[in-house]
């Protein structure tokens, strides 16, 4: 097991920021796909904002133009900058990673922890 180590969560008002971190830690081959997901009570997780090992990305129309996700392939690490923070945005974020950790290994899907994100109005 490879553990996703996440960072940043916390408590914001609304119309402000938070950078979440999120490393994979230990001996790993290859990184392809790394990605943010939330998740309400209730709700199923949803899809926030994915990056490609190239740096293409893909957001949720929700995030669109406030979220930025990166990455930084010498650390293995995959960060969420969130601006302009609504009250809706209030859920556990996920981090998500596909990952190698030998080269003859099949790519497997991994996820992190989990940290909570609350924005008050």
């Known amino acids: 097991q490879v553990p996703l180590v996440e960072s940043g969560g916390g408590l914001v008002q609304a119309g402000g920021s938070l950078r979440l971190s999120c490393a994979a830690s230990g001996s790993i081959f290859t990184i392809s796909s790394m990605g943010w997901y939330r998740q309400t009570p209730g709700n199923q997780r949803e899809l926030v904002a994915t990056?490609?090992?190239?740096?293409?990305?893909n957001y949720a129309d929700s995030v669109k133009g406030r979220f930025t996700i990166s990455r930084d392939n010498a650390k293995n690490t995959v960060y969420l900058q969130m601006n302009i923070l609504k009250p809706e945005d209030t859920a556990v974020y996920y981090c998500?990673?596909?990952?190698?950790?030998?080269?003859?290994?099949?790519?497997?899907?991994?996820w992190g922890q989990g940290t909570q994100v609350t924005v008050s109005s």
């Open positions: 990056i490609t090992s190239a740096g293409r990305t």
């Open positions: 998500n990673a596909d990952l190698r950790l030998r080269p003859f290994n099949p790519t497997q899907n991994y």
